[in-house]
C-alpha cells in the first residue's frame, strides 16, 4: 500500500499537467464563440461567411505568430453606425492553441498608423516583435504605466494622444488593444470580452475616442463622453 501513494500521486500530477494546458484554450473558445453568437442574439450582428480571409491581414499584432490561423464565426454589423466585422481568431504555438476576439470597424477614411497596447504583444524565442513607433506619454500617469500609445504621424499624434484619449479608454468595461490601420480600426483581447455587451461597449468607447479626428457627433452612440484633447 505504501509504494501504492507515490505512484497515484505522480499519475494525479501527471495529470494535471497534462489537462492544464488544455482546459485554457478550450475555455477561451468557448467564451469567444459564446460572445459571436450573443452579437446575432442581442445586438442584430449577421453571420458572415465571407469574412476576413488570413491572407487580408497584416502581419502586426495579434496576427504576427503562429501556425494554423483561422478566422472563426466571424459577423457583421456596424458600432456607431460604421460598418463592422467581429471574428474569433486563433493560431497555434508550441502546440497551444491561442484564442483572441477581434473586432474590425471601417472608418470610412484611410487614417495614419495609430496603436494603443494594453498587453504586451506576444513573443518567444522563435517569435519577434520590434515596435517601429517610439512611445508617447498622455500625461495621465496610471493610464501611462500601464498602455503604450504611438503614432509616426506627429498631428494625430497631437490630436490623439492626450489626457481625453487617456480618460477615456480607461473609462471602458475591459483593457483592450487598438490600433489603426489604413481605413480600418482594429480591436482584439487575448482570451475575449467578459461578454458581449463589454466587446460592444469598448468597441463604442474606441471609436468615440476617435470621434475628434472622424468627425463624428458623440451623440450618435452611448459611451463616455470625454473627449481626446480636452483637459489635462
Not at 513607433?133 to 493610464?143: S, W
Amino acid at each position: 500500500m505504501s509504494d501504492v501513494i507515490p505512484v497515484l500521486l505522480f499519475l494525479c500530477l501527471a495529470g494535471t499537467f497534462t489537462l492544464v494546458p488544455l482546459l485554457g484554450p478550450r475555455r477561451a473558445q468557448r467564451h469567444c464563440r459564446e460572445a459571436l453568437r450573443a452579437l446575432q442574439a442581442r445586438y442584430g450582428f449577421t453571420p458572415e461567411p465571407d469574412g476576413h480571409q488570413l491572407s487580408e491581414l497584416s502581419s502586426l499584432p495579434p496576427f504576427h505568430y503562429g501556425r494554423r490561423r483561422r478566422v472563426v464565426d466571424p459577423v457583421r454589423g456596424a458600432f456607431a453606425g460604421l460598418p463592422a466585422e467581429v471574428f474569433g481568431y486563433t493560431c497555434e504555438e508550441n502546440g497551444t492553441a491561442h484564442w483572441y476576439l477581434v473586432a474590425m470597424v471601417r472608418l470610412g477614411r484611410t487614417l495614419p498608423p495609430f496603436e494603443v497596447q494594453h498587453e504586451p504583444v506576444f513573443t518567444s524565442s522563435k517569435v519577434h516583435y520590434t515596435w517601429t513607433d517610439d512611445r508617447q506619454e498622455t500625461g495621465v500617469a496610471e493610464f501611462d504605466a500601464t498602455h503604450r500609445a504611438a503614432s509616426p504621424d506627429e498631428r494625430l499624434s497631437r490630436t490623439l494622444i492626450t489626457p481625453g484619449l487617456a480618460r477615456t479608454l480607461m473609462a471602458a468595461p475591459e483593457t483592450f488593444d487598438l490600433r489603426i490601420e489604413g481605413g480600418l480600426l482594429v480591436l482584439w483581447r487575448r482570451d475575449g470580452w467578459s461578454d458581449s455587451g463589454a466587446l460592444v461597449d469598448c468597441c463604442l468607447t474606441a471609436v468615440h475616442a476617435l470621434a475628434q479626428v472622424l468627425d463624428l457627433d458623440p451623440d450618435q452612440f452611448d459611451a463616455p463622453r470625454s473627449i481626446p484633447g480636452q483637459g489635462g
